[in-house]
């Protein structure tokens, strides 16, 4: 039988940066492809191919026996039957679920939409992924996990014969996940295919029926599901052994805490969190994608209106904007990397001398830039983490994803910072440069400085942290440390939503007054 | 071999399409040649001598407006200040105040109106294009007002040497615009400050997470700005010896078509100010060019929207993200 | 019940705050012009109106798309024109001007899309580019304020024809266009456009094409106020087209019409313009000078942003 869709050496860069080596795969009907791989390795890029929102350098695509045509679109392979739900989200969150779900399609009587007729239209569809929700609801009102099971919805508006879910279920509890998985099987019973990419092995596993593993844009091996296991893929994956991939952590007693953060609350974010940030140690925040973890951090940096007190050296401080936060010695690497980390469009040079200019352009000088001083600043710094740039002029937006995100760090060094708050520092970056921000954020740690990481990633937060703290629903569950670190015990914390602790002293040690009182939350589920 | 020239080529390409403050002295430069060789009189000092000068009114106008924009700001209401700076000034000095004191006023209140911009902007939150709208809007119904519609004249010495005047041959109008440019550029482009504007103009979002002062930034931009639009009013008082409600109107669009021609984003973020020069001395040249061939006002401005619209597509398309 | 409507106010806090406002407009004219319900000054007003709507309409459209129109005084400038220089008498001559002047409109509208689709220009430096270039076409057409329309046709439009309000009637039928537009793909089309780019163009939507039709649409909207214009005044005058795109982004703002697409309703532009053109009838009733016309207008449009704004804020967090 002809496969639905092959893929044939596909290659693409993006300003000289390669992203995808002569890729090719096939795609049989009726099967669920799996495509795997890290974070950056490509897998999204070939889906953007495959859907016509990018335009290969060479290679082809051929879907249903004939190559696809030049002028290949997303509205081109929607007519052709490839259903797409993409990482970010393609919702108007100004427009009905109904009317989304039929977006570029809507179905009409005499040229007129009729609200009564797609709303009547769009409600099996959302049966089918399992949404019990009304069709007239805005989009921009429902919660994320529902937002994305409406895309599967408007991509299953389509009767697609290929369905493309990328990370579709980044978002979603067990439960919706089950969904979107009776969805694809029933879709697959059909005699549909399905490419799949998720960051959750289990799913994977659960749901595909072969595995193709993309590394640093080049397919490593197609596997059989049957034919292959966990560690196989992570070998495939990673392409080499892990073993010094996190620094040691430190052994020790802690000393007094730098930071301290009592009943921290951001309205509809979290509520009442308690954090001590350590010189020397590196806190984690762990927990489900969205369970306030991004708050915590961006109320700490003054992004967040938030209530609560936050004691620096045992002096309370107030924290309404960045510059408040910055003054105190408190540096931010957002999540964000493009619109909050660096600015794409400036070149590495203004970006690393942006947080310094108070001291390169003093007052004694009219704040004229000390280009000199900025030069050596901004050499030590590409020097010191090993910035891969062909000059301190070119723009960050050229720089790869790793190297953007070192500059979003190295900024802040020279300011002289006792904080570091990090949000998904290693997000979308290769296996070498998620190692180098590792063994950095450890002796920055070492040098004395307080850091604070959230990641969704648990092999990270075990890797790296020597406590996590596990959110969820904006609350701290559970306190994880020492030997209690693991990342079985923080996936539980993470999906039941309870801890069960280190153990009581050390749960009293992290949080030492913590008050009942405060999490009227937690007392209402006891 | 073909390939090396050929890299070598896109690479200068490249390089020219990035540097798009060149691109506004080439094509002024191309223009100018053209101007002499097929135009009269356009070989002459005495005709360079008096485009300069009228290039200055638009060109401090448009060096203010550059400031702005490069923050990703956008200042509608330099029409109005252009024409309340002139008019007070005129009304100020006829009237028992005398020169000084009429320019001293002139060019505080319109640091007032780039005051009231910036505040509207930053703590209302209101978009930059209505703020400065409707601050015009309100300059012009409070000129209005205060004139009772009529135009003033005022004869002071100091501006009408500054603004028909000479230095070693030089109008001292241009001398003034090349004056303000530098301080200007010294801004922009060397202080802390301009860094903190270009960083506020690629992404407010980046720039608050780093600590640019927001506030601050946008207020020396916005009153700059005003002030700059002032300044020219008063020159141009000086150059017209009247001063008239309607006397700032053709510099709203012409100050940001100079900044854009000028290969600024209009977007912010990126640009140069030296580009700017380029725009309002190409802006004048091709005003100035148009009328010598006695086309009429409807078919100038024809031409100018057309060759502006050619331009801007040669060199100031946005990327693509 | 009254959830309903509590929720029904939060939902349209800026359509209520600008009936509360035109409330306080209307009873205050009231107080001054008591004839102000009678079906002569329906007339009258709703021709001194009639522009000012129907040039917000097409800003609204642009807006929705997530555009600006600068240009929209230069268009209005040209159809007025076009239609007044064509010296019509009888009923086709008067049918040809005004297909004549919508043709030119439109396709000034179509060009101004055109390049905003595609040649990767933002709006505002487009429509601005744009607005010498029409209103040079203007003054091609029409160098000095004249023209001639048919005094039949301005006194139908001005008193009323057969006493019915015609400049109501039109202003009737856009916004019942605008509903039925609203419900067909294309007006769906135009919402997803205007409040996702990228989604609707990732979901295979053509969105150059629903971008250049929106700006001829605004075209369309913008050439019906020009003609407007012209019947209202008998002539012509190439500058009087100005002003309107200030106002026409006034009504907007004050109707709710988001700056960044994607949100707000025609009825709502068309109460904002209603507002507008009232307060400066108010405005010349209570004899204060009518220079203070425009200081009001200004201060009105930045007060209603920035409540605007603050509301929404204190809504979202």
Redesign the interface.
């Known amino acids: 039988m002809a496969p639905l869709l092959s893929v044939e050496e596909l290659s693409k860069s993006f300003a000289g940066n390669q992203v995808l080596r002569e890729v090719s795969f096939t795609v049989e009907p009726g099967e669920v492809l799996a495509l795997v791989g890290e974070n950056g390795a490509g897998k999204s890029t070939v889906l953007s191919l495959v859907t016509g929102l990018l335009v290969p350098d060479s290679g082809r695509i051929v879907h249903d026996g004939a190559p696809v045509s030049r002028a290949w679109s997303p509205h081109r392979a929607r007519a052709a039957g490839i259903g797409s739900v993409h990482q970010e989200l393609s919702l108007n969150p100004h427009q009905s679920v109904a009317e989304n779900i039929f977006l570029g399609a809507w179905p009409s009587r005499r040229g007129l939409v009729r609200g009564r007729d797609l709303a009547a239209r769009a409600l099996p569809l959302l049966e089918r992924v399992g949404l019990d929700i009304d069709p007239r609801t805005r989009a921009g009102r429902l919660p994320l996990g529902c937002r994305q099971l409406v895309e599967l919805a408007k991509a299953l508006a389509g009767e697609p014969r290929l369905l493309i879910l990328d990370e579709a279920t980044s978002a979603l509890d067990e439960e919706q996940v089950g969904a979107v998985f009776r969805a694809v099987r029933e879709l697959r019973e059909r005699g549909g295919s399905v490419m799949f990419v998720s960051h959750r092995m289990a799913e994977l596993f659960a749901i595909s029926d072969r595995l193709t593993v993309l590394k640093d844009g080049a397919v490593m091996a197609t596997r059989e599901r049957e034919q292959t296991d966990h560690d196989d893929i992570v070998r495939l994956m990673v392409g080499r052994e892990l073993s010094d991939l996190f620094p040691e952590k430190v052994t020790g007693p802690t000393g007094e805490p730098l930071l301290r953060a009592r009943d921290l609350t951001v309205d509809g974010a979290c509520c009442a969190v308690d954090l001590d940030l350590v010189p020397g140690r590196i806190l984690g925040l762990g927990g489900l994608q969205g369970q306030g973890q991004r708050e915590v951090l961006r109320a700490l940096f003054g992004l967040a209106r938030h209530t609560g007190h936050v004691t620096l050296d045992g002096r309370p401080v107030r924290l309404p904007s960045p510059r408040d936060a910055i003054r105190h010695g408190i540096a931010y690497v957002p999540e964000d990397r493009k619109t909050e980390g660096v600015h794409t469009a400036r070149s590495v040079r203004d970006n690393l001398a942006l947080p310094s200019l108070c001291s390169l352009a003093p007052g004694r000088r009219l704040g004229t830039v000390d280009r000199a001083a900025e030069t050596r600043l901004v050499g030590e710094l590409v020097e010191r983490l090993q910035v891969k740039a062909t000059s301190p002029a070119q723009e960050a937006r050229r720089l790869s994803g790793g190297n953007q995100q070192k500059v979003a760090l190295a900024k802040w060094l020279p300011t002289g910072p006792r904080v570091l708050l990090l949000a998904e520092p290693t997000r979308g970056i290769d296996i070498g440069t998620k190692r180098e921000i590792y063994h950095l954020l450890r002796r920055l740690a070492d040098d004395g400085l307080a850091v604070l990481v959230t990641s969704g990633d648990t092999m990270e937060l075990v890797g790296l942290c020597d406590e996590v703290a596990v959110l969820y629903e904006g609350k701290v569950v559970d306190r994880l440390t020492g030997p209690a670190l693991t990342e079985e015990r923080l996936v539980r914390a993470s999906v039941m939503g309870t801890g069960m602790g280190t153990d009581p002293d050390v749960k009293r040690v992290l949080a030492p007054d913590a008050d009942p009182k405060t999490e009227p939350g937690s007392v209402a589920h006891a | 071999m073909t390939g090396m020239t050929g890299t070598v080529r896109t690479e200068a390409a490249a390089a020219l399409r990035g540097s798009r403050a060149a691109w506004a002295f080439g094509v002024l430069g191309v223009t100018w040649l053209a101007a002499i060789l097929f135009a009269d009189g356009f070989d002459s000092v005495a005709n360079v001598r008096y485009l300069v000068q009228t290039a200055s009114f638009l060109g401090i106008v448009a060096v203010g407006q550059t400031l702005v924009v490069i923050m990703s700001g956008i200042d509608l209401s330099v029409s109005g200040v252009v024409a309340l700076s002139a008019v007070v000034c005129a009304k100020v000095a006829s009237g028992t105040g005398g020169g000084a004191s009429g320019i001293a006023a002139a060019l505080a209140l319109c640091a007032l109106v780039g005051a009231v911009n910036a505040a509207g902007v930053v703590w209302l939150r209101v978009p930059p294009m209505v703020m400065t709208l409707a601050t015009g809007t309100v300059l012009s119904g409070a000129l209005l007002v205060y004139t009772d519609g009529s135009p003033s004249s005022a004869h002071l010495p100091l501006l009408d040497s500054l603004a028909n005047g000479r230095l070693l041959g030089v109008p001292w109008a241009f001398v003034l615009w090349l004056a303000v440019t530098a301080v200007a550029g010294w801004l922009l482009h060397l202080s802390r400050t301009g860094r903190y504007a270009f960083a506020l103009g690629a992404g407010e979002d980046a720039a608050r997470a780093s600590g640019v002062p927001l506030g601050a930034t946008a207020f020396t931009a916005y009153v700059s700005c005003a002030v700059l639009a002032g300044v020219a009013g008063l020159v141009l008082l000086g150059f017209t010896g009247t001063s008239s409600l309607t006397m700032g109107n053709p510099y709203q669009l012409l100050s940001i078509a100079s900044v854009v021609l000028g290969g600024t984003s209009i977007l912010g973020g990126r640009g140069h100010l030296l580009g700017t020069v380029g725009g309002a001395l190409l802006l004048t040249l091709l005003t100035a060019l148009l009328i010598s061939w006695n086309l009429s006002e409807g078919v100038r401005q024809v031409v100018l929207g057309v060759l502006i619209i050619g331009l801007l597509l040669v060199y100031a398309r946005e990327r693509r993200t | 019940m009254r959830d309903r409507i509590t929720s029904a106010v939060r939902g349209n806090t800026d359509l209520v705050g600008l009936l509360v406002l035109l409330l306080v407009v209307l009873v205050a004219y009231q107080h001054y012009d008591s004839s102000l319900l009678d079906p002569a000054s329906v007339t009258i007003l709703s021709a001194q109106f009639l522009p000012l709507i129907l040039a917000a309409a097409g800003q609204t459209t642009v807006m929705l798309l997530g555009g600006?129109d600068l240009s929209l005084g230069a268009v209005l400038g040209l159809a007025m024109a076009v239609f007044a220089t064509y010296d019509a008498h009888g009923a086709a001559g008067v049918v040809t001007a005004a297909v004549a002047a919508l043709c030119a409109a439109v396709a000034a509208g179509a060009a101004n899309g055109t390049?905003v689709a595609y040649?990767?220009?933002?709006p505002?430096?487009?429509t601005?580019?744009?607005?010498?270039?029409?209103?040079?076409?203007?003054?091609?057409?029409l160098?000095q304020p004249g023209g001639h329309v048919p005094g039949g046709l301005v006194n139908a439009y001005n008193n009323g024809w057969n006493g019915l309000a015609v400049p109501a009637l039109v202003v009737a039928l856009v916004l019942a266009a605008w509903k039925?537009l609203r419900?067909?793909?294309y007006?769906?089309?135009l919402?997803?456009v205007g409040?996702?780019e990228?989604?609707?163009?990732?979901?295979?939507?053509?969105t150059r094409g629903t971008k250049i039709a929106g700006y001829a649409l605004a075209g369309a909207f913008t050439g019906l106020a020009g003609i407007g214009l012209a019947v209202q005044t008998g002539s012509a005058d190439p500058t009087i087209g100005t002003p309107y795109t200030?106002n026409s982004?006034a009504a907007c703002?004050l109707g709710g019409i988001s700056?960044f697409g994607?949100?707000g309703r025609m009825r709502g532009t068309v109460l904002g313009a209603l507002a507008i053109g009232l307060l400066t009838n108010l405005l010349l009733f209570t004899g204060i000078?009518p220079?203070?016309?425009?200081?009001?207008?200004?201060?009105i449009?930045?007060v209603a942003?920035?409540l605007k704004?603050?509301l929404t804020?204190e809504a979202a967090?």
Not at chain 3, 128 to 141: K, N, Q
Not at chain 3, 198 to 206: D, K, M, P, Q
Not at chain 3, 291 to 299: A, E, K, T
């Open positions: 600006i390049l040649a990767g220009l933002p505002i430096v487009v601005l580019a744009v607005s010498f270039l029409w209103s040079g076409v203007t003054l091609i057409v160098p039925v419900t067909t793909r007006g769906l089309a919402y997803a409040g996702n990228h989604g609707a163009y990732a979901s295979g939507l053509h200030l982004i703002v700056f994607g949100v000078s220079f203070y016309q425009l200081i009001v207008q200004g201060v449009l930045v942003l920035a704004t603050y804020r967090v």
